[in-house]
């Protein structure tokens, strides 16, 4: 198992209809690195801070998935997991090819 893994991933809303899942210190670093700017405040940066501070073994991971989750909320970005879980199951699949 990937230590810098969470104990349960936490799912975010990139966009109208797109869902991200957040399993990872990795996920939640890029994710928090990518946030805009503009956006960014004090809860953003406690969240990559608690995720660097995990990184180098100074916190928990599962303290740094409170607060980024705390950060998602707080963002109005958080997605239910049982509803994304739903989500992602009802897609199908497919080959990967164009069929005409």
């Avoid at 104990?7 to 990872?24: C, D, G, H, L, N």
């Avoid at 928090?32 to 995990?54: F, G, M, S, V």
Wanted: with cysteine; charged share 25%; net charge negative.
């Amino acid at each position: 198992m990937n230590p810098d893994a969470f104990s349960s991933p936490v799912f975010v809303k990139r966009a109208t209809y797109m869902v991200q899942e957040i399993a990872s210190l990795a996920d939640a670093v890029d994710f928090l690195n990518e946030w805009p700017e503009d956006c960014r405040d004090l809860i953003h940066e406690a969240a990559l801070w608690a995720c660097y501070d995990a990184y180098d073994g100074r916190k928990p991971v599962s303290a740094a998935r409170n607060v980024f989750f705390g950060f998602a909320k707080r963002a109005a970005i958080l997605e239910d997991a049982i509803s994304a879980m739903q989500w992602l199951a009802a897609c199908k699949s497919g080959r990967g090819k164009v069929e005409a």
